[in-house]
């Protein structure tokens, strides 16, 4: 019985490699421009022309990312009034007062619990939705343009109409559950310190799911559907066919997802700043809140600490992706 | 098939690079206008004013009419962008780190920005008969180093605002007068039932800074005695002690240490809160509600027959030193202290005057009267001392977790961090 389904895996080992192709390219752009760059370059035809016609998004790269960046590095070494006013280098001091801050390590580790339990969620609860929505039933097309809705609104007005659904004295949410005699008294959803986190991290699996679902569902479209043909004669059950089929189809979606899903989290701002409004101190920050607020919020209110805070957030981000990634192949060259 | 993989995985890596340098790279640039016009014979004739913005009705009504106004009268043009609280500090701060402020600035501190010697003193803008105008108190809280930096535009006073309804169904006859009454009333209301709240207590970042610094100064204490940080003084630790004692009987609103000011005036607003620490604009919208019978007395005192003290607070318009500007900023400073241009702002505003002509033309008013005759009086947060910029934030920071902590604790370390100077 395995047998035949494990010898249909490995026939649909070919067509895997042309699959990434649709779900990675909004990656695709940066890759392929810089393939063009090195082919014009190396073939000797008019390195000017190619120059004029790149220039645009040269000038877009180097106003958007390198100034940004180079501003930022020198920001992190310079020695700032609470002004914001410059007052000289600092050398690497900002990035040892950012090490020393007493609520580093809360930090870090809410972060990882943000980004970690964000990103699990919703790469499972979107492979259940985005199965639903390939499914053929009326109303489709409602239910599909309802799932971009959570993707659609900003940000900032979702983590506000949070705060009011999880509010003490005020939330919908309380107000149902005292309703249906679930709870004697409201909860505090974001006032206490042991449901801050979880409350926060409904949130951002709400608005991760849209764009997730999306890749998940272009993903199964890539899918032949004489694979599922061939599973069936072999009689093969759903289970079988989703676990041996679809999954291992779907890795490359799978992996993309969770890459620019781990950045888009890891750099969200808006739910954990405005949820966190009310409460003092780092306690529930991640390190992006936290760099806000070095520079702005909290008794340090240091541009430079901020800007080394910033450029740890960089290579955090960074070390991040390229572990998933070496993880993830390294799983693949196995199977 | 592994050069493509590998090629994938480059683009992977550089869109996270680039995602996440452009959002920390976001902090700069940003709100920065052109802001010296270029003027003739190297005199600035456009200036910039940069405003906080205290109402959406009103502050920009008020600024706009004052811009053309003040074209009227020196021929000058007047910029005006209105920045919201929530964001002022950063947009002041990003101004200055890119070398480009606003010629008038309006925020609640300047001590720092004197420091940094980038503001005009009184000596250089204002003029004698606007100077000898200002209340003693706000020419106090202005000066650093001897010298005034700091132009209040506006003030305000703090009392306890109670609910009369509320009050007369828990048969209490008259506002407390000492914390023990204060404390048996909040208890009479509580034990009103209905989700009735005693005291509305906000300790979470906002503003703690006010709500504990009305409290202290009802105990004799205060942030500074005799130039020196006083912040874990006995009768601060006490005061502290108090107000978490309050929570703790759960006279207070849910998780007073995580309130912001405006939930607490909300919950007022709402009806189901015996007292509030409030100042006028709480009345303003009280006014236009009409859904809560309240009264305003002044804050309940430590110990019997003491007298009651309140907390003054004023904001800031401070003139930055730019080339040739200085006369574009004096005229701005003589047009606004004119009787018809601050009391205008601060009477729509629902604020407090900072001028003795402006205490005789609101004297008429019955509504401020309260706070009138304690304003020439009011004690004020330590804002003539930079270091007080950077404590302000740790209170803010740190204040609310007395509720569940240790007050002496929280009170020890900020006053630590003041003696580092911040």
């Avoid at chain 2, 607003?269 to 009280?286: E, H, I, Q, R």
Wanted: glycine content about 8%; charged content about 20%; overall charge neutral.
């Amino acid at each position: 019985m395995t047998q035949p389904i494990g010898a249909g895996a490995g026939a649909v080992g070919g067509p895997a490699a042309p699959a990434p192709a649709a779900p990675s390219s909004p990656a695709e752009p940066v890759g392929g421009r810089r393939r063009t760059a090195r082919r014009r370059h190396t073939s000797g035809v008019s390195g000017w022309i190619a120059l004029l016609w790149l220039a645009p998004a040269l000038a877009l790269v180097l106003g958007v990312v390198v100034w940004p960046a180079v501003e930022l590095v020198r920001a992190s070494l310079s020695r700032y009034s609470i002004t914001g006013l410059r007052k000289g280098d600092a050398g690497l001091d900002n990035f040892r007062n950012v090490l020393a801050n007493d609520s580093l390590t809360t930090v870090l580790t809410n972060t990882v619990v943000w980004v970690v339990a964000v990103v699990a969620l919703t790469i499972l609860i979107s492979l259940g939705v985005a199965q639903f929505l390939t499914k053929e039933f009326w109303g489709r097309r409602i239910v599909r343009w309802a799932v971009i809705v959570p993707w659609a609104a900003s940000l900032v007005i979702t983590a506000r109409l949070f705060s009011l659904i999880y509010s003490y004295y005020y939330g919908t949410l309380n107000a149902v559950l005292l309703k249906l005699h679930v709870i004697d008294t409201p909860i505090d959803f974001i006032g206490s310190d042991r449901l801050i986190m979880p409350s926060m991290i409904v949130v951002g699996v709400f608005v991760s799911i849209p764009f997730t679902a999306y890749v998940f569902v272009a993903g199964l479209n890539a899918i032949p559907g004489d694979v599922y043909e061939a599973a069936r004669i072999d009689g093969a059950s759903a289970w079988q066919t989703w676990r041996q089929i679809t999954l291992p189809l779907l890795r490359p979606a799978i992996l993309v997802a969770t890459v620019l899903n781990m950045i888009y989290v890891f750099n969200s701002f808006p739910i954990i700043y405005t949820l966190n409004e009310s409460n003092p101190g780092f306690g529930h920050d991640t390190t992006i809140t936290f760099m806000y607020k070095l520079a702005f919020k909290s008794a340090e209110k240091d541009v430079g600490q901020s800007a080394a805070a910033g450029l740890f957030n960089v290579c955090l981000i960074l070390v991040a992706v390229l572990v998933y990634l070496r993880v993830s192949s390294w799983r693949e060259e196995e199977s | 098939m592994s050069t493509r993989r590998h090629l994938r995985g480059a683009a992977l890596v550089a869109a996270t690079a680039a995602a996440g340098l452009g959002l920390a790279a976001c902090g700069g640039g940003q709100g920065a206008g052109t802001a010296d016009g270029g003027g003739s014979g190297g005199k600035a004739t456009t200036i910039k004013l940069v405003a906080a913005e205290y109402s959406k009705d009103h502050t920009k009504a008020f600024w706009d009419q004052f811009a053309q106004a003040y074209k009227t009268k020196t021929g000058n043009t007047l910029q005006v962008q209105i920045v919201s609280w929530d964001d002022i500090d950063q947009q002041s701060s990003t101004m200055v780190q890119n070398n480009n402020p606003p010629d008038i600035l309006n925020l609640n501190a300047y001590a720092s920005y004197a420091k940094d010697d980038l503001l005009y003193s009184s000596d250089e803008v204002l003029s004698d008969s606007v100077k000898s105008d200002l209340l003693e108190a706000f020419v106090k809280s202005g000066t650093y180093n001897g010298k005034m930096y700091g132009m209040p535009d506006l003030s305000s006073a703090r009392a306890m605002f109670y609910n009369k309804t509320l009050f007369k169904e828990a048969g209490i006859a008259e506002p407390p007068k000492t914390w023990a009454e204060f404390e048996a009333d909040a208890q009479k209301i509580k034990d009103l039932g209905k989700g009735n709240i005693g005291y509305g207590l906000p300790l979470g970042p906002e503003e703690a800074q006010g709500e504990f610094s009305i409290w202290l100064f009802n105990n004799g204490g205060d942030w500074k005695k005799d130039g020196k940080w006083s912040i874990n003084s006995p009768e601060n630790v006490e005061t502290l002690t108090f107000l978490k004692t309050l929570a703790a009987k759960k006279l207070t609103q849910n998780n007073p240490g995580k309130t912001n000011r405006q939930d607490a005036f909300d919950l007022f607003a709402s009806g189901k809160v015996g007292m509030v620490v409030g100042f006028s604009p709480l009345a303003g919208t009280l006014d236009k509600d009409k859904k809560v019978d309240y009264g305003v007395a002044p804050m309940p005192t430590k110990a019997e027959g003491g007298e009651p003290q309140t907390f003054g607070v004023t904001d800031y318009l401070m003139a930055f030193k730019k080339k040739g500007n200085q006369d574009a900023v004096k005229a701005f400073y003589d047009l606004y202290y004119q009787k018809d241009q601050v009391n205008q702002f601060i009477k729509a505003e629902g604020f407090l005057p900072v001028t003795k002509s402006g205490i005789q033309e609101f004297s008429s008013d019955a509504a401020l009267k309260t706070y009138l005759e304690t304003l020439p009086n009011a004690h004020l947060t330590p804002t003539d001392d930079p270091t007080w910029d950077k404590v302000k934030l740790a209170v803010q920071q740190n204040l609310g977790t007395a509720i569940t902590g240790d007050p002496k604790a929280v009170l020890d370390k900020l006053q630590q961090s003041a003696e580092a100077g911040g």
